[in-house]
């Protein structure tokens, strides 16, 4: 199968989302402009560079969390885990700005000591990011994509050491949980080791 623009009939959805998994889910935190905390899952997410700490995530649309993270330049994260998928998934309904998706999902707010937004306490890592970038995407044409890319840095980090195993951070006991494509999700339930060819022995 080859395709450019249009999707071959074989192909029900487009295939995009489920090729680029699984991808990590930023659970973004920020507050309104009356200072109301919003919670939402956004799997447009990632780490994008260390020194600093940077993550990314994109809002298709101008959503609440793209509109609350440039206002106060701050968002949190927090990792998504099978324990929380539910929870996770109740805050990705689309409420009206004020709603408090905390307490909409029952969950309890972990207190930032940097930023202003709260995180999930009941999430065994979260980050306090500060915004470097916020902007709207372009296609090659230049037509914009009606798409928002902010860029945090993270200044606090947040983990439960329940979590710290041997010195590191075990996804596998947090069961981490990644957007597929679809309704489609991945459990980080099998971590295998390989070495680089030239690396270090210990991985940075
Ligand atoms: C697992 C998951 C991942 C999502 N990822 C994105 C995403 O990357 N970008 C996006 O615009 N919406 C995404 N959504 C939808 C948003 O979570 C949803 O529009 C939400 O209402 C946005 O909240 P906000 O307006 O408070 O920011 C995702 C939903 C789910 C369940």
């Not at 249009?6 to 990590?24: G, Q, W, Y």
């Not at 972990?110 to 937004?117: E, F, P, T, Y």
């Amino acid at each position: 199968m080859y395709y450019e623009s249009e999707l071959p009939s074989a192909l029900k959805f487009d295939p995009f989302k489920a090729i680029v998994a699984p991808r990590p889910i930023g659970w973004i935190g920020t507050l309104n402009a009356d200072g109301v905390p919003n919670l939402g899952p956004y799997s447009f997410f990632n780490a994008i560079s260390t020194r600093p700490n940077l993550v990314a995530f994109s809002s298709e649309g101008y959503k609440h969390s793209t509109a609350n993270a440039q206002n106060w330049r701050e968002f949190t994260f927090s990792l998504v885990t099978h324990t929380l998928r539910h929870q996770m998934n109740a805050t990705s309904a689309h409420l009206e700005d004020g709603a408090n998706e905390f307490e909409v999902a029952g969950l309890e707010m972990g207190q930032s000591r940097i930023v202003k937004a709260p995180f999930v306490k009941a999430s065994p890592a979260a980050f306090e990011c500060k915004v470097v970038d916020s902007f709207e995407l372009k296609g090659v044409d230049g037509e914009s994509a009606g798409s928002f890319l902010t860029i945090g840095q993270v200044v606090a980090v947040h983990i439960d050491d329940a979590y710290i195993v041997d010195g590191r951070f075990d996804a596998e006991r947090a069961q981490s949980i990644a957007r597929c494509g679809y309704r489609n999700y991945a459990t980080a339930s099998t971590l295998w080791e390989l070495e680089r060819p030239d690396g270090p022995v210990v991985p940075v």
